[in-house]
């Protein structure tokens, strides 16, 4: 390699290094508002092909940092050697730094075929290519541009207008701005309007989220409940032992009793907590004897506590005359003979991790890797819970990664979100507290408080501002009340959706039709080994 490629190289790992750290538990955001600067200095005077790959390079240095939590259940859950479960997590880095190629290599393609600056070019490809990869079969959208800043909340709250993609778009006009100035590409023409456009876009955005932080608290509300948040804290490799189930079970029914003491109108138990069938018997006559008994229990304890209780628990489920499982979240009602109230079944499933994709071609592959993963159902309906005049939406697990998924819930009238889920396959390593900060953005879209409730932590309240509050440490078991008012507030994101991301989805196909279509430039760029070098059209060097 030349020291002009290997230079150029570093660039973009440095700059790959930089977007990793900038997203949580390293939580360096600052670092996301210029990562993105010398991949731009690295792709500068390069032919496409090599802007490709350079961008490349960039996107997969950046996913291993803040995906090098893959072998861990891996390792942990499915002995599987780390130095084999680190290749899983390289391919997926491999696989997802595409996006990241495919975002910078349009914006530049565009930018050097037409007149219109990169500094419009790469934010609107960027937004353009999260949204596309946010609906893609076996869908990824992790770590999105945009959660990098999810403690920045007076700036982030337009994205109740546009969703996280704004957000991302925002800090790549950022990089591009800074490094237009910095750079002195352009021209001074270039390099003033980019910079004015953006002082006073980040000057009118803080002003905004200011003032609309402090209007949703003193804004009335409809109405409110008492959560109590049980963090059982079951250790995920005796979670499924039938020995381990009386001591599981009596961990949370003893939670129960104490959050109904301290004044719970509602007892949240974390994904999965009963790890057992709670259908009814006559549903699945053959179901084990012992799980009709856990059932009975359950609905006694909501019986006698006279509290709702919230739960989740796997579920029998016939597709193709198959039986398979869903994995479903159930509210309990207090009244009466204690009575299932509503059930939702997870829409999105984990790939890998509850279903596998192309089953036909990686089955065997996957199975062999991750014994017993990819048994799992998707549920085909969204469902509200009603309780004390509230509709609650259902979130389980990763879910909350899904802003459409989660805005269609508050479009059909959630009052309150609910995340119900278990992080314990990641142990104490990144994982745990991006996910987080992707939840709390949903709430920032819809202003919609959300309820998060986890196994092993973090179970939170998070607040219509994406204030994350109440937070238990990880790995700790116990129980929280927290107050959750809602109100009639909806926001445009929640009405109209992706409509930004969309847009811009189409103004990148557009500009790429016309770019292809534009004429050549007078001049053609001719990699060398040490430099690039302009060319005229005649073949003859300057």
Same mark, same amino acid.
């Given at each position: 390699?030349?020291?002009?490629?290997?230079?150029?190289?570093?660039?973009?790992?440095?700059?790959?290094?930089?977007?990793?750290?900038?997203?949580?538990?390293?939580?360096?955001?600052?670092?996301?508002?210029?990562?993105?600067?010398?991949?731009?200095?690295?792709?500068?005077?390069?032919?496409?092909?090599?802007?490709? =790959?350079?961008? /490349?390079?960039?996107?997969? *240095?950046?996913?291993?940092?803040?995906?090098?939590?893959?072998?861990?259940?891996?390792?942990?859950?499915?002995?599987?050697?780390?130095?084999?479960?680190?290749?899983?997590?390289?391919?997926?880095?491999?696989?997802?730094?595409?996006?990241?190629?495919?975002?910078?290599?349009?914006?530049?393609?565009?930018?050097?075929?037409?007149?219109?600056?990169?500094?419009?070019?790469?934010?609107?490809?960027?937004?353009?290519?999260?949204?596309?990869?946010?609906?893609?079969?076996?869908?990824?959208?992790?770590?999105?541009?945009?959660?990098?800043?999810?403690?920045?909340?007076?700036?982030?709250?337009?994205?109740?207008?546009?969703?996280?993609?704004?957000?991302?778009?925002?800090?790549?006009?950022?990089? *591009?701005?800074?490094?237009?100035?910095?750079?002195?590409?352009?021209?001074?023409?270039?390099?003033?309007?980019?910079?004015?456009?953006?002082?006073?876009?980040?000057?009118?955005?803080?002003?905004?989220?200011?003032?609309?932080?402090?209007?949703?608290?003193?804004?009335?509300?409809?109405?409110?409940?008492?959560?109590?948040?049980?963090?059982?804290?079951?250790?995920?490799?005796?979670?499924?032992?039938?020995?381990?189930?009386?001591?599981?079970?009596?961990?949370?029914?003893?939670?129960?009793?104490?959050?109904?003491?301290?004044?719970?109108?509602?007892?949240?138990?974390?994904?999965?907590? *009963?790890?057992?069938?709670?259908?009814?018997?006559?549903? /699945?006559?053959?179901?084990?004897?012992?799980?009709?008994?856990?059932?009975?229990?359950?609905?006694?304890?909501?019986?006698?506590?006279?509290?709702?209780?919230?739960?989740?628990?796997?579920?029998?489920?016939?597709?193709?005359?198959?039986?398979?499982?869903?994995?479903?979240?159930?509210?309990?009602?207090?009244?009466?003979?204690?009575?299932?109230?509503?059930?939702?079944?997870?829409?999105?499933?984990?790939?890998?991790?509850?279903?596998?994709?192309?089953?036909?071609?990686?089955?065997?592959?996957?199975?062999?890797?991750?014994?017993?993963?990819?048994?799992?159902?998707?549920?085909?309906?969204?469902?509200?819970?009603?309780?004390?005049?509230?509709?609650?939406?259902?979130?389980?697990?990763?879910?909350?990664?899904?802003?459409?998924?989660?805005?269609?819930?508050?479009?059909?009238?959630?009052?309150?979100?609910?995340?119900?889920?278990?992080?314990?396959?990641?142990?104490?390593?990144?994982?745990?507290?991006?996910?987080?900060?992707?939840?709390?953005?949903?709430?920032?879209?819809?202003?919609?408080?959300?309820?998060?409730?986890?196994?092993?932590?973090?179970?939170?309240?998070?607040?219509?501002?994406?204030?994350?509050?109440?937070?238990?440490?990880?790995?700790?078991?116990?129980?929280?009340?927290?107050?959750?008012? =809602?109100?009639?507030?909806?926001?445009?994101?929640?009405?109209?959706?992706?409509?930004? *991301?969309?847009?811009?989805?189409?103004?990148?196909?557009?500009?790429?039709?016309?770019?292809?279509?534009?004429?050549?430039?007078?001049?053609?760029?001719?990699?060398?080994?040490?430099?690039?070098?302009?060319?005229?059209?005649?073949?003859?060097?300057?």
């Amino acid at each position: 390699m030349s020291s002009n490629n290997a230079s150029r190289a570093a660039l973009a790992v440095a700059s790959g290094l930089a977007m990793g750290l900038a997203f949580p538990k390293f939580d360096y955001g600052l670092l996301a508002w210029v990562a993105l600067v010398p991949l731009f200095y690295a792709i500068e005077g390069q032919s496409m092909r090599r802007v490709f =790959w350079w961008a /490349y390079l960039q996107g997969f *240095a950046s996913y291993i940092v803040s995906l090098y939590w893959i072998p861990i259940p891996l390792h942990d859950f499915a002995d599987v050697p780390m130095q084999y479960a680190i290749f899983p997590m390289l391919a997926l880095a491999g696989i997802v730094a595409i996006n990241t190629a495919v975002a910078i290599w349009a914006g530049e393609f565009v930018a050097r075929r037409t007149r219109i600056p990169s500094v419009i070019t790469m934010p609107v490809a960027w937004a353009a290519i999260e949204w596309f990869r946010t609906y893609v079969p076996a869908a990824f959208p992790w770590n999105l541009l945009g959660y990098a800043a999810y403690k920045n909340l007076e700036l982030i709250q337009f994205a109740e207008f546009t969703g996280v993609y704004g957000v991302s778009a925002l800090i790549v006009f950022f990089n *591009a701005v800074v490094y237009v100035v910095i750079s002195r590409r352009g021209g001074y023409r270039l390099q003033t309007i980019s910079l004015s456009t953006l002082t006073a876009m980040m000057i009118a955005m803080v002003a905004f989220g200011a003032w609309r932080i402090n209007n949703i608290k003193h804004a009335p509300t409809t109405g409110s409940f008492k959560a109590a948040m049980v963090q059982g804290n079951i250790p995920q490799s005796l979670k499924w032992d039938p020995k381990f189930l009386p001591q599981s079970y009596g961990v949370y029914q003893d939670e129960t009793v104490e959050a109904a003491k301290s004044g719970a109108d509602l007892i949240i138990w974390p994904e999965a907590a *009963a790890a057992f069938l709670f259908q009814p018997d006559d549903l /699945y006559p053959a179901a084990l004897a012992s799980d009709a008994e856990y059932r009975t229990a359950l609905l006694t304890l909501a019986r006698n506590i006279s509290k709702p209780i919230l739960f989740g628990a796997p579920a029998l489920a016939r597709a193709d005359g198959q039986l398979g499982f869903y994995n479903r979240a159930y509210l309990v009602s207090a009244e009466g003979k204690g009575e299932v109230d509503a059930y939702y079944d997870k829409i999105e499933l984990v790939p890998f991790g509850e279903y596998v994709p192309a089953r036909a071609i990686l089955g065997y592959f996957v199975n062999k890797v991750v014994n017993g993963f990819g048994d799992l159902l998707p549920g085909n309906k969204q469902t509200l819970f009603d309780f004390q005049g509230a509709k609650l939406g259902i979130l389980i697990c990763y879910e909350s990664i899904f802003p459409d998924l989660t805005r269609r819930e508050v479009n059909a009238g959630a009052d309150v979100l609910v995340n119900v889920t278990n992080d314990a396959w990641y142990g104490e390593s990144s994982a745990p507290y991006q996910v987080l900060a992707m939840a709390a953005m949903r709430s920032v879209e819809t202003k919609v408080p959300m309820v998060r409730v986890a196994n092993t932590g973090f179970s939170t309240l998070i607040e219509p501002s994406g204030l994350i509050t109440n937070r238990t440490p990880l790995f700790q078991r116990g129980m929280v009340v927290v107050k959750v008012p =809602w109100r009639p507030v909806r926001t445009l994101y929640t009405i109209v959706g992706d409509l930004f *991301a969309e847009i811009c989805f189409v103004l990148m196909a557009i500009g790429l039709i016309v770019a292809w279509r534009w004429p050549r430039p007078a001049t053609l760029e001719v990699e060398t080994p040490v430099r690039s070098r302009r060319v005229p059209a005649n073949g003859k060097p300057h």
